[in-house]
């Protein structure tokens, strides 16, 4: 049956939009975004701003016929997901691209500025037509850095910022690649010298996070020392606390998550709430779709919600 709402040639609303929920965000967003960039809007019914935006992205998104799909997300029916990504102010507006955040603003846009965006966003998965191969080229880096040859990824970062200097992708890929070459306070210059409109981007903010997790890195006390402490007191918050510490500066981020999420269970206040506030900074340095953050964020929000 033809469907008499959309040409051949361009997807029906419906396909491409979508209210979202809490238990459907793998699939709607973090699955969907492995293969065609998904567009998340965080608004609220009582929200003046967002009454004015969503129908504009909607519209945004209509037009470009399929490069992008959009989910709107009530944030006040679905609060667990809104905590977790740290939604603070609405309307927040982030875009996924491969299940990780790759763009986003706060606040309402002119029509232009909503268009540029979306544009942008398409882009992603536009096979690297679009931006000329950079999209390819910045995804080749990220395989460098994942395989292990890091100076050769932070070439080809600096290579594709050599082109278009506004690549959050490409400059949070640099400022990884000297965390991995432990050049901490190259990473570190490089990141504080990013323009504002870029600083807050969701590639920066995984760079600072795993940046100061590098740093912690540097004091951290033997696995073996700490376990030993917290085995012969196990209400010793400070000495669980380092054991995290330590254990990430292994590698072993899910031992590392899995102490912070105990020591939140005992004392959810202890040092100002230090362990929720290191268990963000681990999600944030780690992928999104990663296991250890998916597992992470699921028992973290059981318990805050219980």
């Not at 790759?102 to 398409?122: C, H, K, M, N, Y």
């Not at 931006?131 to 390819?136: A, P």
């Not at 490089?190 to 409109?197: E, G, S, Y």
């Amino acid at each position: 049956m033809l469907n008499l709402g959309a040409s051949p040639s361009q997807p029906a609303a419906g396909d491409l939009i979508k209210d979202g929920s809490e238990a459907g965000f793998m699939a709607d967003v973090i699955e969907m975004s492995q293969t065609i960039p998904v567009i998340v809007d965080f608004w609220a019914p009582w929200c003046g701003p967002c009454k004015t935006l969503g129908p504009a992205l909607e519209s945004a998104v209509t037009a470009a016929k399929g490069a992008v799909k959009m989910v709107k997300l009530d944030v006040d029916q679905n609060q667990g997901i809104a905590g977790q990504l740290r939604i603070q102010s609405i309307p927040t507006v982030y875009a996924f691209w491969q299940g990780q955040p790759v763009d986003g603003f706060q606040g309402a846009l002119s029509p232009s500025e909503i268009t540029e965006f979306v544009t942008r966003v398409g882009a992603l998965g536009g096979g690297g037509e679009a931006d000329g191969g950079l999209g390819d080229a910045v995804q080749a880096a990220e395989d460098m850095l994942s395989d292990g040859a890091v100076v050769d990824a932070a070439q080809t970062f600096a290579a594709v910022l050599g082109e278009d200097p506004s690549n959050a992708a490409a400059f949070g890929g640099l400022a990884r690649a000297h965390i991995a070459l432990n050049e901490l306070d190259q990473a570190e210059a490089l990141l504080n010298n990013a323009h504002d409109d870029m600083a807050t981007k969701p590639e920066l903010e995984a760079a600072r996070a795993q940046l100061d997790l590098a740093r912690q890195a540097a004091d951290a006390g033997p696995v073996a020392d700490l376990r030993a402490a917290v085995e012969a007191d196990p209400g010793d918050h400070a000495a669980r606390f380092d054991l995290a510490k330590a254990l990430y500066a292994e590698g072993d981020a899910e031992g590392a998550v899995d102490e912070l999420l105990e020591l939140f269970r005992r004392d959810r206040e202890w040092n100002d709430g230090a362990a929720k506030a290191q268990l963000f900074t681990i999600f944030d340095a780690l992928k999104p779709q990663d296991p250890v953050v998916l597992a992470g964020r699921r028992k973290l929000s059981s318990m805050i919600f219980a």
